[in-house]
Structures are given as C-alpha cells and as structure tokens.
C-alpha cells in the first residue's frame, strides 16, 4: 500500500481476512499505511468481512487443519431472522472437521443431570455434523462425559441436507467437575448453520444420550 501498489496490497490483506479471518477492525481501519486504499472499490467490502470475522465473546474457532473451513456469523438468515452461526467447507476432500466451541465453569450444575438443546440445519454434509458436549476435571486432565451425536452406539449425527430442527444431548454432570466445553463440529464437506443453542437442568427421569464410560456394549451392530 505504501508503495502505492494496489492490486499486491488488496491480495494480501483479502488473504489474511477471508481465509485467516483477521477480526480487528479498528485497527485496520486506522492504519496511516492504508489511506491510499480508502477510495478503491475494494475497501469496504474488506471491511465488512473484517467485521463479520468477529465472533461473540467467548465463542472460538477450532479446525484440524488450517485454511479448510469457514467459520463465521451470518446475518439474519435464522428462523426468526436472527444471527447464526455457519460452518462451511471450502476446500474438497478436507479429510477432518471445522468446530465452533465455548467453555465455562461446571460451577452451578455440579451434581445436576444438564441438557443442551440447539437447532441445526445442514447443506450437502457429506460425512456428519452435529452439537457436542463434554465434562472436564481439568487438574487431572480427566474428561467426565461426553456426546458428539456421533461416535459411540447412540449415533444420532446429522447428514446431507436438512432444514431446521432442534437436537438435545444430556450428560451428568460429576461433582469433582471443573469445565463444561460445548459446540458444533463439521465433519468432512457441507455447511452448517445453528442458533439457540441453551442449556438447562433435568431430573434423573430423562435419560442421559451418552453411553457411560464403564457401560458394556454387548451388541456386534453397534
């Protein structure tokens, strides 16, 4: 940009916010160095792709393998016109997931059956997709519980195309449990939107959707 070479510059920034998905928008909307790019046609839907980077607080990225999936928020396209979040391939045969995640404190639901409720809708899933919940001691690295919708003899996973619908996981939730960890994972080509995600606690009447880490599976079908 300083060199006052355009085309090398808007190369280099659409990189860093379309496939590195660079967040800070102020900081490049100040730039001294970019003033020469302010009046190019290509400035401002930089900028709104800068600003769609951005997550909500709290909310991050995870993939296995770097420049494989785009993660982002997309603007009102929810049931009731509201934000949600999508997860989309962009590369063939990507050979692993895109993830958007979150976790906090086992805090108040220590000793508490809790469930996960969020609705999901799905567009050429090629392998599967889904929430995912899990229950860690983190001081002994030890995980507690956990559901993927997938893995186990209770696959409930998402695939091809659907609109959407609400999905549920339940766990327990140990008292020697420190963190909670959640999110939703793409595994393997499509897109995925999702949104309402809440979670709330239940009596030991509901079933919990994960089998139990000394649970014997006796089934050869399974």
């Known amino acids: 940009a300083m060199a006052n070479i355009p085309d090398s510059a808007y190369f280099c920034l659409n990189k860093i916010a379309f496939n590195l998905y660079y967040d800070n928008y102020d900081e490049i909307s100040n730039e001294d160095d ?3 790019l302010h009046n190019d046609k290509r400035w401002m839907p930089l900028l709104k792709q800068i600003q769609k980077n951005k997550l909500p ?6 993939e296995s393998k770097p420049l494989t999936y785009r993660i982002y928020i997309e603007d009102s396209i929810g049931q009731n ?6 997860i989309k391939s962009i590369v063939e045969n990507t050979g692993g997931f895109g993830n958007l995640m979150q976790s906090f404190s086992a805090g108040r639901y220590k000793g508490k059956r809790i469930r996960l409720t969020g609705y999901m809708k799905t567009k050429d899933v090629a392998d599967w997709a889904g929430f995912w919940l899990r229950v860690d001691q983190s001081q ?3 995980q507690l519980a956990f559901d993927n919708m997938h893995d186990g003899n209770k696959n409930r996973s998402i695939t091809g195309t659907t609109g959407w619908k609400k999905y549920e996981i339940v766990l327990d939730v140990p008292e020697e449990a420190t963190d909670i960890v959640f999110g ?11 949104e309402k995600i809440n979670f709330d606690t239940v009596d030991k009447s509901v079933p919990t959707t994960a089998r139990a880490a000394d649970e014997p599976n006796l089934d050869f079908n399974k």
């Open 34 to 36: 970019f003033k020469s």
């Open 57 to 62: 607080d709290k909310w991050y990225r995870k």
């Open 81 to 86: 016109h509201s934000n949600v979040a999508t």
């Open 140 to 142: 002994k690295k030890e």
């Open 184 to 194: 939703a994972l793409l595994s393997g080509e499509g897109q995925i939107w999702f």
